[in-house]
């Protein structure tokens, strides 16, 4: 069996505070990973081009061997986070052969920068009041933040299989992975809800709850517009214009971890009230490729909003089912089936002619979401 089999992971977020030597560290195997991920990708890349040849796994951990002897400072870096360069590799042209995600593309030192490293007799461990944490080749790191949830972790027994330690925006974190035994307890509650997504509102459900989109979303838009006008402004390479730069980056964290706390709330909400979520199945990769940014960032927290449901609702015990867009149109009446020929964009309410129901059109999208889905489980 495989292990994933047995185990449900989850991540919980630390930030690091590094002092000189293990910010040099990290910033070393940040290095390294680069240099190895892209050597790796250019000899794949160029082996695929000339004879449609794959390298496999083997092929390539033997490569790394012979990589560790011609560079030795490669050998400086924690060993793991070098192997899973090449796991990570090796996923990423899966993904492209199964038709996932576009080819491989090459890391850039300007973007988000990360490396992960596995537990092995217990080189990654928690201190017993969470302000510290003890990684390979760093020792003990002093850390800060997600306390509850690793008290809660500990408090179960909860083992740590993996850290994955990234700089965003200056800041460096560690993700620790997690993992506890598959649970196959039922769901506590009966209920069922179709979520129709949308952009006037955050999502609309089958219930007929309409969850506004947040304000602090434009407010920080207006912010960011703002500071775009004044990069553009500034001189190409200059402190002033890195400095915005910075400020930049970090508005874009904090939008995104705005974001994130609020899907996880609505994410709770859901799944604790119901055992069967119905959403639409997005065609992510297809929108990704959208130019639009706005639309974009979007898609993108759609698909975490889906994420979280999906996770929070097997960890109780109840199921998410993804519903082709367009079966559930807010054209077919969700009491009786009957389609409606012609439905105008600003028709928000219409009357059913066979069963004489009155529908607001997105709830009505909603329940047929619900209604899609219920067929799946018959
Ligand atoms: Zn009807």
């Known amino acids: 069996?495989?292990?994933?089999?047995?185990?449900?992971?989850?991540?919980?977020?630390?930030?690091?505070?590094?002092?000189?030597?293990?910010?040099?560290?990290?910033?070393?195997?940040?290095?390294?990973?680069?240099?190895?991920?892209?050597?790796?990708?250019?000899?794949?890349?160029?082996?695929?081009?000339?004879?449609?040849?794959?390298l496999n796994l083997k092929k390539q951990k033997e490569f790394l061997k012979n990589m560790k002897q011609a560079f030795p400072w490669l050998k400086e870096?924690?060993?793991?986070?070098?192997?899973?360069?090449?796991?990570?590799?090796?996923?990423a042209y899966q993904n492209f052969f199964e038709k996932r995600a576009n080819y491989p593309v090459f890391k850039s030192k300007h973007k988000k920068q990360s490396y992960k490293?596995?537990?092995?007799?217990?080189?990654?461990?928690?201190?017993?009041?969470?302000?510290?944490?003890?990684?390979?080749?760093?020792?003990?790191?002093?850390?800060?933040?997600?306390?509850?949830?690793?008290?809660?972790?500990?408090?179960?027994?909860?083992?740590?299989?993996?850290?994955?330690?990234?700089?965003?925006?200056?800041?460096?974190?560690?993700s620790l992975l997690f993992e506890k035994a598959k649970t196959q307890a039922a769901h506590p509650k009966t209920g069922q809800v179709g979520i129709d997504m949308g952009l006037t509102y955050l999502f609309i459900d089958s219930n007929g709850h309409k969850e506004p989109n947040p304000r602090y979303?434009?407010?920080?838009?207006?912010?960011?517009?703002?500071?775009q006008r004044k990069l553009a402004s500034q001189q190409k390479s200059s402190h002033r214009y890195g400095k915005t730069k910075r400020k930049i980056a970090k508005l874009h964290v904090l939008i995104a971890n705005q974001r994130k706390d609020l899907h996880h709330k609505l994410a709770k909400r859901i799944t604790d009230?119901?055992?069967?979520?119905?959403?639409?199945?997005?065609?992510i990769r297809g929108m990704v490729k959208n130019k639009r940014l706005a639309k974009h960032i979007q898609d993108a927290a759609w698909y975490q909003f889906r994420r979280f449901l999906?996770?929070?609702?097997?960890?109780?015990?109840?199921q998410v089912l993804l519903v082709d867009r367009w079966t559930a149109t807010s054209r077919v009446c969700s009491h009786c089936g009957?389609?409606?020929?012609?439905?105008?964009?600003?028709?928000?309410?219409?009357?059913?002619?066979?069963?004489?129901?009155?529908?607001?059109?997105?709830?009505?999208?909603?329940?047929n979401i619900l209604r899609e889905g219920l067929k799946q489980i018959g």
Not at 27 to 51: E, I, M, P, Q
Not at 141 to 160: D, F, P, T, W, Y
């Open 1 to 54: 069996m495989k292990k994933g089999e047995q185990f449900d992971h989850y991540g919980v977020k630390v930030r690091l505070q590094l002092n000189e030597d293990q910010l040099i560290q990290v910033k070393k195997t940040f290095v390294c990973r680069r240099f190895l991920y892209n050597h790796l990708l250019d000899k794949r890349s160029k082996a695929w081009g000339r004879r449609n040849e794959s």
């Open 77 to 91: 870096v924690d060993k793991f986070a070098l192997e899973n360069a090449v796991f990570d590799l090796d996923r």
């Open 217 to 227: 979303y434009g407010k920080a838009q207006k912010r960011l517009a703002k500071l």
């Open 338 to 367: 009957k389609k409606k020929t012609l439905l105008n964009l600003n028709e928000r309410k219409w009357i059913c002619a066979a069963c004489r129901t009155e529908h607001d059109r997105d709830i009505n999208a909603a329940a």
């Open 310 to 318: 999906t996770y929070k609702a097997e960890r109780k015990g109840g």
């Open 117 to 174: 490293t596995n537990q092995t007799n217990n080189n990654i461990v928690l201190s017993a009041d969470f302000k510290q944490v003890k990684l390979p080749k760093l020792g003990w790191v002093a850390c800060a933040g997600s306390e509850n949830v690793l008290q809660r972790a500990k408090k179960q027994n909860h083992r740590i299989s993996s850290a994955t330690i990234s700089e965003k925006a200056g800041v460096i974190t560690c």
């Open 273 to 283: 009230d119901n055992q069967v979520v119905c959403v639409e199945n997005l065609h």
